[in-house]
């Protein structure tokens, strides 16, 4: 291999320069007498270190400059293979024993959303709703015989009715819907009325959530007896087959659970219905449907 000119004089400088230093401190050590080392010996044993790998990095250096100019694509091989056992590295980590190896159509879960909860409360008193919206900030007061008040945190709006009762909406779990008919009856109490906290139960959650296309058509013949379906009034399906609850279906997948009352009954209608619609999944314009699942989940 044929090397630079530039490079054989730098690697000979730095060469002659090691060597004189190595030499002169071989000789100041030989003639000196047999005792501790001084201080400055430490300084040039890390002279000498760094001097070292000074020689080795420009001999390496040179090497690879007279190998990437007499063989350009030697060099772009050599990057390329570092690149690519840099890729093999990352696949061999993603495929560990300690990484799960199913597949993302497994993987992916479906997750409502609570969008409203609704919760109801009894102050046991009568109230004076026309008292309370004369000295209360955002209130509206309805001729019909109930009085609407709002607060911000948590962003909720509540019916008061003069009976005492009060019906608390928009919530978005219900922890929230608790602490938002307490803060109601707070400000109640705080206008002198015996007010107490009697009674609180959640009428209703409602949430949403979203999975694969389905066809309303074939689910319609399939259970006739749970679903209702009318495109020319609601573009939506209507399935009554949970108890206590109604899920509104619609054809590209999103589904409205309404008459749940708690969080957990959600989920558990997520996990009946999910394996129903799945056998009437439309891939491609086609559903796949066969006729075994669909006995299964009907003896279920």
Known sequence: MIRSRSCQVMEERMLEMFFDKHIANEEKMSDEPEGPPPESGQEDTD?????TEDVGRSAVNCISLDCSSQNPTGAAEVSGTSSLQQLGDASVRSDAP???????????????????????VKLGCRLDLN????????????KSGQLIMRIRKPRT????YSSGRVICSGARSEEESRTAARRFAYKLMKLGLPVSFLNFKIQNVMATCSSFPVSLERLTQAYPQHCSYDPELFSGLFFKGIPGMTVNV?????????GAKSTAEIYSAIDTICP?????????????????????????
Do not use: D
Request: net charge positive; aromatic share 8%; with cysteine.
């Open 47 to 51: 002279e000498t270190e760094q001097m």
């Open 157 to 160: 709006t509540a019916m008061i």
């Open 131 to 142: 008292f309370i919206a004369h000295n209360t900030w955002n209130v509206e007061y309805k």
């Open 250 to 258: 619609f054809a590209n997948g999103e589904m409205a659970f309404l």
């Open 276 to 300: 129903m619609l799945s056998c009437f999944r439309r891939q491609g314009g086609q559903t796949q449907c066969t006729l075994t699942s669909l006995k299964e989940i009907k003896h279920k």
């Open 98 to 120: 300690g990484t799960s190896a199913i597949p993302l159509i497994r993987q992916q879960q479906i997750i409502p959303r609570i969008r409203n909860v609704n919760s109801s």
